[in-house]
């Protein structure tokens, strides 16, 4: 059995994470730590795992793995700590705030020789999946242009406080998508342009909505647009499509279609009841190969810190409002 334990309960996927290390067949949630005693004790008695707010003590009884979802300014010195421990590690993204910690954090492990990787469920969805094969197939002929979204509620807290989130919604929002084209593709992202401002939400202090404008290796353009833009009652973060164009054909992907619509008196609210794959899932079954394997989970932490370029560029030329070059 593989005891895996999760620090913090500050952001809102630790809970599905807890959740599928639970449910797993080869896999305990062996400890919780969190920085908020109040949050952490309620995540242990929701999840039945004992709870610590000594780091050391934490890692003394984690085992072997440690699923880090902090606020993101935090990741750099959880990933350290976790890898001077020797656990393997998967962090919640985006993997840093910066390039520079992102960097610091693949030398880390690299060093310890630990495993990183990074939490995007997304690669793991059925239809994200066909998509991918039908480009490496050639199927789609050669890629021109994709019209992309990832939409969902504003989440609060801490995600509107630059000094923990790093940023708004295009933090928050854009490395999935930039993600997704990296994997599908094996190319780069080279220039990065954005407009981002607080649309809906007036009162915060970080953007609620950016429309990023990206290239890839050999021209490929990519318009993302990623927001905080779903009300309270909308059934989940909101969506992740693309619209890819190629000289064989046009695909439109709606990543999170696998469902039906519930409509729930009870509490009021849509709700959305999933019958395809379960990517948190799926994602924690990869984390615990990836540590009886001795290797990098499917998104390593070079994943994370190209990503986080992608984003970090595209928040930069917002400020600048010009084009910003995406270091290789």
Known sequence: MTRIGI???????????????????????SIIWDDDESRGKAASEQYGA???SDAAEFFDKAGEGV????ENVK??????????????????????????????????????????GVAYPCRFIPAVQHVKDQIESGALGELLAASCTNNGQFPGGWFADEALSGGGA???????????????????????????????????NTDDIGSVHLEMEGGLKIAHVGSWNRCESFPFWGDVT????????????????????????????????????????????????????????CADGMDGLRTVAVTVAACESARTHKPATIPQ
């Open 75 to 116: 990741h750099r010195a959880m990933v350290e700590q976790a890898a001077a421990a020797g656990k393997w590690i998967l962090c919640e993204k985006p993997l840093a705030t910066t390039v520079e910690d992102a960097r610091a954090m693949v030398n880390a492990c690299k060093q310890a020789g630990v495993g990183l």
């Open 170 to 204: 295009t933090m928050d929002h854009t490395v999935h998508v930039a993600d997704l084209w990296r994997w599908m593709t094996g190319r780069e992202f080279t220039t990065a342009y954005c407009e981002n401002g607080n649309l809906l939400r007036h009162g915060i």
């Open 242 to 297: 693309m619209e890819i164009v190629g000289t064989g054909g046009v695909v439109n992907l709606d990543a999170f279609n696998q469902k039906l619509n519930v409509y729930n008196d009870d509490d009021v609210r849509a709700q959305w009841a999933y019958w395809g794959g379960d990517p948190n899932a799926l994602l924690i079954d990869d984390f615990v190969q990836s540590i009886h394997e001795k290797r990098d989970p």
């Open 7 to 29: 620090m913090s309960f500050a952001h809102l996927h630790a809970h599905a994470y807890a959740a599928s290390v639970a449910a797993h067949d080869g896999a305990e949630l």
């Open 50 to 52: 004992p709870f610590t």
């Open 67 to 70: 699923i880090i979802t902090s």
